[in-house]
C-alpha cells in the first residue's frame, strides 16, 4: 500500500524525499511520503538520480473539490494527463480545462511541471491539480493515483501520454541499455499508470483512456528501433487492455501521431535523424524534413492542436463507440 498523505505545507510546490520538504512558495500543499522504489526521474529527457526524483509532490490549494459550473463536454470531469508538462500534454490540458474539466498534470519533472501548471492557471475553467510522478516506479503511481482520488474523488479520464523517444541510432549501434529505458518508460511505465488508474475508474463506474503511440510503430522508422518497439507495443496493449477493460465501461484508444511542427521538437528531429548515420537519411536536416514531408499526401505538418483534437474526439462522448481503436494523425503518410 502507499502511504497516506502525511502532511499539508504552505507551499505551492514543495518536494519531499523521505521525508525532507525541499522547497516551499505560496499555497497548501498536500504531501505524501514515496519511500519505495527507484529513486529517479527524468529532467529535460535526461535521466537524472536524485533524492529529487523520489519525490511526490501533490499540489492541493483547496482540499477534496469537483469541477464546477463550467459548461464543455469535460465538465464534472477528472481528466489526467501524463507527460503533462510536455508538449502535447500543456495543450491537452488546456483543451480538457476549457471544457470545463478538473485537470491533472503528472509529469516527472518538476521545473516543467511548475511552468506548465502556472500556464494552466491562466485558463479559465475549474481547479487544476500538479502531481510529480515517475511512471517508472510503482509506489509513485500509486501514491499519485491516491492523491488524484482524494482530491477529486474519482478519474473519469486518462490521456497516457508520457514518453521518451530514446537514441536516434541504427540497430547495429543501439544501446540495449537505452533500449531498456524506452520500454521502461513507454511500455511499461504506460501500463503501470495506466492499470492503476483503471482499477480506480471500476470502483467508480468506468471511464476513458486514450495512450499515445506513434505512426513510428506502424512503419517501422529506420534507426528508432526501441521507440518504434515501445509505440509498437503501445498499439498491440490498447487493443488488449480495451477487450478486457470494457466489461467495466472503460474505453481504450490510441492516437498515433507523426510529423508535428514546426519548432523545436520537429527540428531537433530532423538533426538527428541526419547524424543517425543512417543511409535511409540524409545528412543535411534541411534535406530530411523536405523528404519526409514529400512523403505525406497533405504536404504539410500536423500542428499539435490538430493531436489535441483527435484526443478530445477519442476521450469525449463523441466517440462513445470507439474501443480498442489506433486513431493515425499523420496527413494521411501512413497509406499505403
Ligand atoms: N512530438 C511528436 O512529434 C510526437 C509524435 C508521435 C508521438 N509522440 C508521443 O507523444 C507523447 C508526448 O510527446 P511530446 O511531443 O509532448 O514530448 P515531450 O518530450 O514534450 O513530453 C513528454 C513528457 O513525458 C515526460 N516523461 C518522460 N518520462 C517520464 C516518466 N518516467 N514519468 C513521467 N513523465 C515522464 C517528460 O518529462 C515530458 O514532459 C510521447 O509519448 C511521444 O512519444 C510525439
Redesign the pocket.
Known sequence: MFPPITSFARSRFCTRSVGRSWRTASSQLAVADCTNGVRS?????TMMTATAAALYVVQSPGGSCRAEGAGGRFAGKVVVV?????????AGATAFKREGANVVL????PK??QLAETALKQVPGPEEFTVV?????QAQVEAAVGSIERKFGRITHLWN?????GHVKPTLEYSVEDFQKVQ???VV?AFRLLQCVAKSMQKTGGGVIVN?????GLRGTPAMPA?VAS?AAIQALTMSVAKDLAPFNIRVNAV??????PGF??DR?NQLHAESGSPYFARDPGVVAQNKLGGVPMKRLGS?DE?VKAVVFLMSEDSSYCTGTNLIVDGGMQMR
Not at 503528472?106 to 519533472?109: G, T, V
Not at 498515433?256 to 511542427?261: D, H, M, Q, V
Open positions: 526521474a527524468f529532467f529535460g529527457g501524463t507527460g503533462g508538462a510536455g508538449d502535447f500534454g500543456r503528472l509529469d516527472a519533472a516543467q511541471l510522478c515517475d511512471i517508472t516506479n501520454n508520457a514518453g521518451y523517444q521502461d518508460i513507454n511505465g499515445t503511440a506513434s505512426v513510428a521507440y509505440k498515433s501521431p507523426a510529423l508535428i511542427g521538437m520537429w528531429q499539435i493531436i
